[in-house]
């Protein structure tokens, strides 16, 4: 079913302006930082204890576990970074590190495969009595995870190896055979896990377990009644838990949930494990209703910078169209989810609304989620922020105005940190006898066609600039190269050794596909359209109603009161307004900057104390600076908005 495989992180190299900074501050700073603060030694930071949660397990200490039931998959995180930090480069300091973590590990892995501190520490012997809310999977599924991207660095099989005996453990306990659980994690994403780890391995128990764990997902006897019932006879005490079935996408089977529902995270998970189940069986019912689901999403329940998971109550999508800006939770790993998501889906598609859409995540919604010097992070990222409220309002208590150095619930950290440093796996796909490419960053990579060995360069200014251009070298080889065509780029030339290709003729799917015998010296330059854009929110999206958010290229924008003074929302565009824009290299790290003097807002020469007036106050002209969304909140505390009330042309 699989149209093509995304290239691997070893086989193609990050060379960008843009991207390239980001991973050297996850290799230099983040991965650095990091372990210090899962060895509690920043100072400030909220406490982790997550290696010493493992110090006591292998010392076969029980007692005291600090932090939260997920607390190992910080860890394991931290690992799969490592994993993929050392897939770019060799580094004998960091590997005896990560080895060093591994042994720790495997010290601290029970006889028969079973880890999980906070279960060996606390509740000894209760192992796998709560799937629904203690995160034993989850955990597993991101050591799985950790195990196959350092075991693809170093071919060092120590951390594969006890990853392989905890998943026999799982196999051999949950199933719909007689004497096996027949439940499923509450948190999803050893479903993903077990598919990579069956794909490295070639042992088919784990696909076949994953699959178990998709379909039996929401089937009755829900199961999570049924490990209720058995922990209240065995007299277990509970808490009064509330959270619905649809919480943990559990209210029916995947095939017949028509909505993205409950916690963004699990449900992204979820959908991205399902997507690869059913890629591997070749299942067009269950690739239908992922794909229904991603639509879902898509078209009614994602926001504009990409973000998704609307709401604070139990960090969930709430309902089609409720998308509010200051309220807005999208966390920072539902990005990361629906990029893995996605990234499944257009293997199998091959078809450019999904690369389109890991764009608009990759440079809004995920790279808001980091300062950009790499030490605090944003769990929430709203699309508007008062500082006053922040602390002070019930109904918004999520609301930061500043990037923390660290959580007590510290999953998007280390989860920011292993996307960026895997990056490179996004930029192209490959078949046979086609390269993919879906992401524009200057890199390169080297390939196999018709056993002639091409690389293909490519190099850019982009997300700054429109030009690409990319350079054949090696062998002679015929092969389709095919190159996303943007949305946002209302107008995109394609130059192939400087004549003009028609790209009319040969578009499939939202990709250019020029299809020739290759020679040494081929040079494609590409020239997409960065005219700045005003993005008007669908009618049912009440929030953002009769107002407007800025794009220029795949970038959003957003208001400072840095820039613009105090009471953003008092700020009209024209819908006609014009742009300035330059590159300003000593502006937060060099960003491009957008600045109008179509804006308006009102005149305080009038304003009376009145609190309410039938007076219509006058409005004069003002000038509107723009940054990218990203970048907010790493200059002084202040105001931020994405939407802008448009002023319709005409009116005074």
Not at 223 to 248: H, I, S, T, W
Not at 404 to 420: D, K
Not at 520 to 530: A, P, R, S, V, W
Request: with cysteine; proline share 4%; hydrophobic share 40%.
């Amino acid at each position: 079913m699989r149209k093509m495989n995304p290239v691997a992180v070893s086989k193609a190299a990050i060379n960008d302006r843009f991207w390239s900074p980001r991973q050297e501050l996850v290799r230099d700073v983040v991965v650095p930082y990091q372990w210090e603060a899962l060895n509690d030694l920043i100072e400030g930071a909220e406490k982790s204890g997550t290696i010493a949660n493992f110090r006591a397990a292998a010392e076969g200490r029980q007692g005291e576990h600090h932090g939260f039931v997920f607390q190992d998959s910080d860890l394991a995180k931290w690992l799969e970074t490592v994993g993929f930090v050392l897939q770019q480069g060799r580094d004998e300091e960091l590997e005896k590190l990560a080895d060093a973590a591994i042994e720790l590990i495997g010290n601290a892995q029970m006889d028969n495969g079973y880890i999980g501190t906070y279960y060996q520490l606390q509740k000894p012997g209760e192992q796998w009595e709560n799937v629904r809310d203690d995160h034993e999977m989850y955990n597993a599924g991101h050591f799985m995870e950790a195990a196959v991207a350092y075991y693809e660095a170093t071919n060092n099989a120590r951390i594969l190896d006890i990853m392989c005996k905890f998943a026999d453990h799982i196999v051999e306990t949950f199933g719909p055979r007689e004497g096996q659980l027949p439940g499923y994690c509450g948190h999803p994403e050893i479903e993903l896990a077990l598919v990579k780890l069956y794909k490295l391995t070639g042992n088919r128990s784990y696909l076949e377990t994953s699959r178990f764990f998709v379909e039996e997902r929401g089937r009755d006897p829900k199961y999570f009644d049924v490990e209720l019932e058995k922990r209240l006879a065995a007299g277990r005490k509970e808490r009064v838990d509330r959270r619905p079935m649809d919480y943990f996408q559990s209210h029916a089977p995947i095939r017949e949930q028509g909505t993205a529902d409950g916690h963004a995270v699990r449900a992204v998970y979820l959908f991205a494990g399902a997507t690869d189940i059913a890629s591997e069986y070749g299942d067009e019912s269950l690739l239908s209703a992922v794909k229904s689901l991603w639509d879902n999403v898509v078209q009614r329940r994602m926001y504009v910078t990409g973000g998704i998971g609307s709401s604070d109550y139990y960090e969930a999508f709430s309902f089609d169209y409720d998308l509010p800006s200051d309220r807005a939770y999208a966390e920072t790993c539902a990005a990361i989810g629906f990029l893995n998501w996605g990234q499944r889906l257009l293997q199998i598609e091959a078809d450019s609304r999904y690369a389109d859409v890991i764009e608009r995540v990759l440079y809004n919604g995920l790279l808001s989620g980091i300062s950009l010097d790499g030490r605090s992070y944003f769990y929430v990222n709203p699309l508007e922020v008062w500082p006053v409220v922040s602390g002070r309002r019930d109904d918004i208590p999520s609301a930061r105005t500043r990037r923390q150095p660290w959580f007590g619930c510290a999953c998007c950290p280390p989860n920011i940190a292993r996307f960026i440093a895997s990056l490179s796996s996004y930029i192209y796909s490959v078949n046979e006898n086609e390269l993919y490419v879906h992401q524009y960053i200057g890199s390169q990579t080297e390939q196999i066609f018709q056993g002639s060995s091409i690389a293909v360069r490519q190099q850019t200014e982009y997300a700054w600039t429109g030009s690409v251009k990319l350079e054949i070298t090696g062998g002679q080889a015929e092969f389709a190269l095919a190159l996303r065509l943007p949305s946002w780029s209302q107008r995109t030339v394609i130059r192939l050794n400087g004549a003009v290709i028609a790209i009319a003729a040969i578009t499939e799917k939202g990709y250019a596909k020029i299809q020739r015998i290759w020679n040494e010296g081929d040079i494609i330059e590409m020239e997409l359209d960065m005219s700045v854009a005003l993005v008007r929110p669908h009618p049912e999206l009440r929030e953002a109603s009769g107002k407007t958010a800025i794009q220029r290229g795949p970038i959003i924008y957003c208001l400072e009161e840095a820039d613009n003074g105090a009471n953003l929302r008092d700020l009209q565009l024209s819908s006609e307004a014009a742009f300035e824009g330059a590159f300003v290299p000593d502006l937060l790290e060099g960003v491009y900057r957008l600045e109008s003097n179509d804006a308006w807002r009102t005149s305080y020469d009038e304003v009376s104390t009145e609190l309410y007036t039938t007076k219509r106050y006058a409005k004069q002209h003002a000038k509107a600076v723009f940054i990218p969304y990203y970048a907010w909140a790493n200059r002084e505390e202040g105001e931020m908005t994405v939407w802008i009330r448009e002023r319709e042309s005409g009116l005074q």
